[in-house]
């Protein structure tokens, strides 16, 4: 059957059919240049600016600031300019941008200026995201979900890869040699993207993009409402520890662990999309995203609580396996909610989260970073009770508008046939369908918003 339906897409003039694992490949390529090396790779190097650029820990989070800031122009420009997601030139000029901008960073000592480089490698590591991710799911639309989780792995792979290059140049070079190595990384991981389809055109919408008929009568205003709060406290939360973490860990430890942590970190969030997916089909979407949000509190507090390498580890490992999920998850469950424009409004929520993050915290950065990490946990853990609430009378039940017809044989098909929609029609009013779980992984606009990861 999946056979024929690819060759029925082929026909309908989406090209020819390729191997979906190039075209996984291919996005994880352009997924780690984008966001494990472009956007990530400055939380490894952070530390060598400080003990070899004379970089100040406010500067520092000025730096991520601007970059967040990028972030969020190119990720609202590829929401609002859908024909950007379509653009294979627009791809290929960012990975040129993103590379250029990692490679002029040892060139300056000027903080104005690394600051003006964060700001443009944060618009085009969005425009990245979003054009790769928005390919990856239309393409793979008829394929096993498992498929593009796999792909989102590609963050993980560029963190890890990006992770173990400073590490490695730590003992011997300094902070120039490290974003020189990034850049050549980038460029490395961009020659592999070249050749990434994107997005097709198609007439379809969809699910959280707009209010939907199927929803009709069933008002989903105050979960959205919870949702919206927990994912825009996320933002705030997590890229603390995103910017942070291994100044922190390195403030306890040799200076070895907390490149290797982030390696680990990066190691970690490589299965991370696929098994949260996996998890869906036991687990309503509410439900882990309460339980991923916990676990990243406690992973983010490890290193402030308690010293050691165990900790460290633990704490990479905690974070690693959840941020990502937590962005699948929380997009997902918009799309499910059929809110007007769930995914823009989320979208824009957890980018703001992002900005604020690194500016609430810097009043505390004089006494380290520890502080800053507990702060970072406790927002984690405010964005956790706002997800609880999610679980009380979450609307499991709601449907695409094509399941909402009564159960009656369609034309050409057997009678038999009749009583297994009914049974899926009914397991899907309790959460239990396994549709569910991989609903948000064919909307083209969950992939969109996800550019906020």
């Given amino acids: 059957m999946s056979v024929q339906l690819r060759r029925a897409s082929s026909a309908r003039g989406h090209g020819p059919i390729h191997s979906p694992w190039r075209h996984v490949v291919q996005a994880a390529a352009a997924l780690a240049a984008g966001m494990g090396v472009g956007r990530f790779v400055y939380t490894p190097i952070l530390p060598l600016m400080h003990t070899g650029a004379g970089l100040s820990a406010a500067a520092g989070a000025n730096l991520a600031t601007a970059n967040y800031v990028g972030y969020l122009v190119g990720a609202l420009a590829g929401i609002l300019l859908p024909a950007l997601v379509r653009s294979s030139v627009l791809l290929r000029t960012s990975l040129i941008v993103l590379t250029g901008t990692l490679a002029a960073m040892p060139a300056t000592h000027s903080t104005a200026v690394w600051m003006a480089l964060r700001l443009l490698a944060g618009a085009a590591s969005a425009l990245v995201f979003v054009i790769a991710v928005s390919s990856l799911l239309s393409h793979l639309r008829e394929h096993p979900a498992h498929l593009p ?229 406790a927002v984690v853990l405010a964005s956790a009770l706002s997800a609880g609430l999610l679980r009380v009378g979450f609307p499991h039940h709601l449907t695409p508008p094509q399941q909402t017809s009564p ?27 396994a549709g569910t779980a991989t609903r948000g992984w064919r909307s083209r606009r969950v992939c969109a918003g996800s550019c906020c990861t």
């Fill in 149 to 377: 989780g796999w792909a989102f792995g590609g963050v993980g792979a560029g963190i890890a890869l990006s992770g173990l290059l400073v590490l490695v140049l730590h003992s011997f070079a300094d902070w120039r040699a490290a974003w020189y190595a990034s850049a050549l990384l980038a460029g490395l991981l961009g020659a592999a993207a070249w050749n990434l389809r994107p997005e097709t055109a198609s007439p379809t919408t969809a699910d959280g993009g707009g209010a939907c008929p199927g929803a009709a009568g069933i008002r989903t205003h105050r979960w959205f409402t919870a949702l919206l709060l927990s994912y825009s406290l996320e933002g705030v939360g997590y890229i603390v520890a995103g910017t942070f973490l291994v100044s922190a860990i390195e403030q306890g430890s040799p200076s070895w662990v907390g490149s290797g942590a982030w390696v680990l970190v990066g190691l970690a969030a490589v299965p991370s999309s696929a098994l949260w997916a996996w998890l869906g089909r036991i687990w309503s979407r509410p439900d882990l995203l309460l339980a991923a949000l916990v676990i990243q509190a406690v992973g983010i507090a490890l290193p402030a609580l308690v010293g050691g390498v165990a900790s460290a580890l633990a704490s990479a490992v905690l974070f690693g396996a959840t941020f990502i999920g937590v962005s699948t998850l929380a997009l997902a469950t918009g799309s499910h909610l059929r809110f007007p424009r769930s995914v823009a409004l989320l979208t824009a929520g957890y980018s703001v989260g992002q900005i604020l993050g690194p500016l609430v915290v810097t009043p505390l950065l004089r006494h380290g970073y520890h502080q800053a990490l507990l702060l970072a946990a």
């Fill in 407 to 433: 159960a009656r044989p369609a034309a050409g098909e057997s009678s038999a046939h009749a009583p297994r929609r009914y049974w899926r029609r009914r397991r899907s009013r309790h959460g239990h369908s």
